[in-house]
């Protein structure tokens, strides 16, 4: 629940708006057209509802960039522990207890305007730029990028589900892309639907001037592109939400399953390689994310499973996907190996 507070010549008209955030939807906004000074009592008030309506983030004005000093240590320590100890080869423990530390400072709502979560984010796309050309010899290559985008690069293709370039409240105060060399590897880019955690038309934009394809639409037929066979499902969600399945030309079977709400929506699909999985899947919230991914993982039983859509940091604290989640339900008692990635990096799979 938020609240919408709208001050017209100190008449305060408060509305209260249920917001389908889960859904990608804009924040509600406070928006303020005039102080009245004069009436105190009710500008007063406006503050104590403003003070309470703890969703509401923005405002007409743009906030100031609240730079927490306190993290800029730790965010250089979890980077530098994150490379030293990579998905393939690095010790699991130490991975699974940067990740958690990531996972508590990312819960702080106030971290998603830190310059140092900001910079944490940059240099973690540096370093895809730094690797996306390194040519792959072998199996996938698999990035984990912002929220349920991934790049996976093959020694044919590379091709993209959901990209884009940033969380968008960042754009408030600073403009980041993506590195040009990144956006111009990618020779596909699938779009689950149009909700802006998923879709960047500018990026989309610069992806089909360089020659690349974008994949936005729910064809009957099979898609053939560049030797890769694509099926194209349609899951559960407010809008049209298409779950690919992508066959690469090594052999390898990929499911992206966008925004998709519940485990019983998705396709039954066999010898599943690698599901890219968002981690809110809450059976159309029924149940929490931990329950719909061990439903989603027991129906499908992917070799391997990675989660995505943690911490869209457009979405309200509770209605975001944490990284503990993934750790919590990885018992022992899956069908499948999970790894959980921070944005950035990258994990090689071999068969
Ligand atoms: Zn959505
Ligand atoms: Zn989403």
């Known amino acids: 629940m938020q609240l919408t507070i709208i001050i017209f010549n100190g008449t305060a008209l408060i509305a209260i708006i249920e917001h389908g955030l889960r859904n990608g939807n804009k924040p509600n906004t406070v928006l303020i057209r ?5 009436n105190r009592f009710i500008w007063l008030f406006a503050l104590v ?45 130490i991975r699974e207890q940067t990740i958690m530390s990531l996972d508590d400072i990312l819960s702080v709502e106030s971290s998603r305007d830190s310059a140092n979560v900001f910079e944490f984010y940059a240099a973690m796309m540096q370093k895809v730029s730094n690797e996306i050309d390194v040519e792959v ?8 990028m912002y929220n349920h985008g991934f790049i996976i690069k093959t020694p044919q293709n590379t091709f993209a589900f959901d990209l884009i370039d940033a969380y968008n409240g960042w754009q408030r105060y600073r403009s980041y892309e993506l590195p040009e060399n990144v956006v111009n590897a990618v020779d596909v880019l699938f779009i689950s639907h149009q909700h802006l955690d998923h879709w960047d038309e500018t990026l989309i934009q610069k992806i089909r001037a360089h020659g690349g394809m974008v994949i ?19 899951g559960l969600h407010n809008i049209e939400n298409r779950i690919f399945e992508v066959t690469t030309t090594n052999g390898f079977k990929i499911l992206h399953t966008g925004d998709n709400q519940t485990s019983e929506a998705l396709p039954l699909i066999e010898n599943i390689d690698v599901l890219l999985l968002n981690a809110w899947v809450n059976e159309s919230g029924s149940t929490y994310g931990t329950y719909g991914m061990r439903n989603c993982i027991n129906k499908l039983k992917p ?30 008692s899956l069908p499948s190996a999970v790894q959980v990635m921070a944005w950035g990096e990258c994990y090689d799979v071999v068969k």
């Open 34 to 38: 005039k102080r009245n000074h004069e």
């Open 49 to 93: 509802l403003i003070g309470i309506a703890s969703h509401c983030t923005t405002t007409t004005c743009p906030e100031p960039i609240v730079t927490l000093e306190v993290y800029e240590d730790q965010m250089v320590q979890i980077r530098q522990t994150l490379l030293d100890h990579p998905p393939n080869s690095g010790d699991l423990l």
């Open 137 to 144: 010899h072998d199996g996938l290559r698999i990035w984990m």
């Open 216 to 234: 936005e639409s729910t064809p009957d037929e099979p898609l053939y592109i560049n030797g890769m066979k694509v099926d194209v499902h349609l």
């Open 303 to 332: 070799t391997l499973m990675i989660p995505g859509h943690i911490h869209e940091l457009f979405h309200v604290l509770e209605n975001r996907a944490k990284y503990k989640w993934s750790f919590y339900i990885n018992d022992g």
